[in-house]
């Protein structure tokens, strides 16, 4: 990362640090006060897709955390979801647990899932730990699915409103103070797993793995936590998802899901807590804008079919996912690090 | 007993076709060394665009089928030009998202032509009437599946085998470098290998169809074919062909008698608990080679 000018690191305190120089502690405080202002001037519909791009931003973290610094693809995160929702949606129908206790239940829950999965998948990599994955999602669904009275099928679990005393979570406003911070400490959480020993471990098994290895990192314990670790941030996040929208169902969480999630991450960029808010934000509005003009290109194009809502935002995300692929594999982050040494460095280019 | 010989009757003939899509993936794999996951989108589409032919063009079905393979073999083309040639020398991961996110394009776009529903062939182009072993009825459509799988495979084998550009194929596949040091161009058969296995999807889509109907359903048999890949391993074709017999064999018998225990759909979802348990045991699958790796 460049440093404005005049600004060393003198520690190694001061080198790991986050917040580096006081214009961006100023901007980062200006910042939250807007973003917690924000309610007050913004309509409904937008806090909707705030409090969407929220939920996501919780399960792209923890994706991050095992694609983006521990190397390991995972074509699963959203049945990782759907394990986190179902948990909370048993135990507060079946157990009358209430709303926040049923939050550790999701997140020990998916955490078992992952480790579970994880057993295979720490022995092989590549396309073979794609796959791994991708059964992962499947068989996780059908059991969703064929799950009887425990999870009503198709049906779906309806879930009541969760409570703070008198207080009802039923509005998006309220929605949004609920989600927002949680979100936010659990990407503040994430970037500090990342600044750990086992962080850094992470970051040595994806650059490579034998090197790793041999320096004495224990691939199979490290996988396995860096597994675990994005299980528990599906399970908050499918918990949180399953409880705002009311409804715990397997179709919320297919495999379409776990590919947008990559994409996030690509289009965001890999290897940075950053990338994480840039792609999911950019995919998140891109969906918002693709159903906003899907109507309008409908009526001037009356040939093609009634699926052009689907139809529509899977062509333009995933031709952007290709085209991020190509011209800018690191992803936003990296164009804006780009953009901001650029500009410090400007009118002189070296 | 009857029923038993039904269950392997049907099991054999899905998975001679369950083989021949493995042989697709293999083909691209083996070339240019990607894990093809859109390969259930190349079924679908061939069998939509041999629909449209067919019902909606009232072409003769044979002239269908052969337009239908050239169109196939164009899309094939095309991919690998746009999509897959810069990807060449990119990490993986960058890999398994190209594909992840053409198998999305590729579905919004047969969404946007064809619509979500299913269609059937009409006229058909196979007989309808079941045919009879003994106790065993099958559907004469699972018989042509069969008798095309078995050609496929003969001709993938003969093509690699005692043609020039399979054996330029398969020298392409032991190493790139090497493969243009003595004077392939690798980008070329790169591109035939996406030809044949675009083409050889659309025939498979087409007698899929045929069997059931043309419909986005079927991307799902090609996601069980991924499960087939594993159990035979990636680099080998009659180890696919091998792998979807056992597979197709085991999915019937488990839909047979494991069904009734747990109440359905276990067919769904066999699959992939087999690809798990080979990934745990023997990761490099049936006939796979297992790699030694070097820092």
Redesign the interface.
Known sequence: MRLPCGTFNESYASDMAIVRTRLQWGLLIAFAILLFASPLFVSEYWLSIANTIAIYLIAVAGLQIL?GYC?Q?N?GQAAFMAVGAYTSGIMMRTFGLSFWASIPCAAIAAALAGVL?S???V??K???L???T???Q??IS?LC??G?DITRGTFGLLISRPQLGDFVFNTEIRWFYLIVPVSLIMLLLARNITRTKAGRAFVAIRD?D??AE?MGISLFKHKMLAFAICSVYAGVAGCLWANYLGIATYEHYTL?NS?WM??ML?VGG?GSMMGVIYGTIFIKLLFEGVCTAAPAIADAIPA?????F??????????V??LF??YE?RGLNHRWEIIKGTYRLFPFSY | MSFFLQQVGTGLSLGAIYGVIGICIVLI?RSTGV?N?AQGMLLVIGAFICWTFITVLHFPAWLSFVITLVLASILGFVIERL?FR??IG?P???A???T??????L??????????ENQAYQPPMLPQNPAYFGDVVLSQGYLWGFGVAVVMVGLFIYFFRWTRHGLVMSATSEDHQLARGIGIPVSRVFSLSWIIAAAASAAVGIILANLFSASLELEYIG?KA??VV?LGG?ESIPGALLAGLIIGLSESMAAGYIDPL????IR??FP??V??VV??FR?HGLFGWKRI???
């Open positions: 694609t190397g693809i074509l999965f057993l295979p998948a022995r092989v590549g396309f073979y794609a796959m791994t991708l059964a992962a499947f068989i059908w699915m064929h009887g490579n034998l090197a041999i379409m590919v990559l994409g690509i890999f093609i079919g009634g699926a052009v689907a139809a529509l935002g899977l062509i333009t995300v995933g031709l996912i290709m692929l190509i594999p | 794999y894990f996951f999509a810069p990807m990119q993986i991961l960058a398994i998202l190209m992840v996110s053409l198998m999305a394009v579905k919004g776009i047969t969404l946007l032509i064809w619509g979500g996601m991924f499960a594993i990636l747990v109440g359905g759909g769904d979802v992939f608990i690809a798990i990934l745990v990761p790796e070097r820092v």
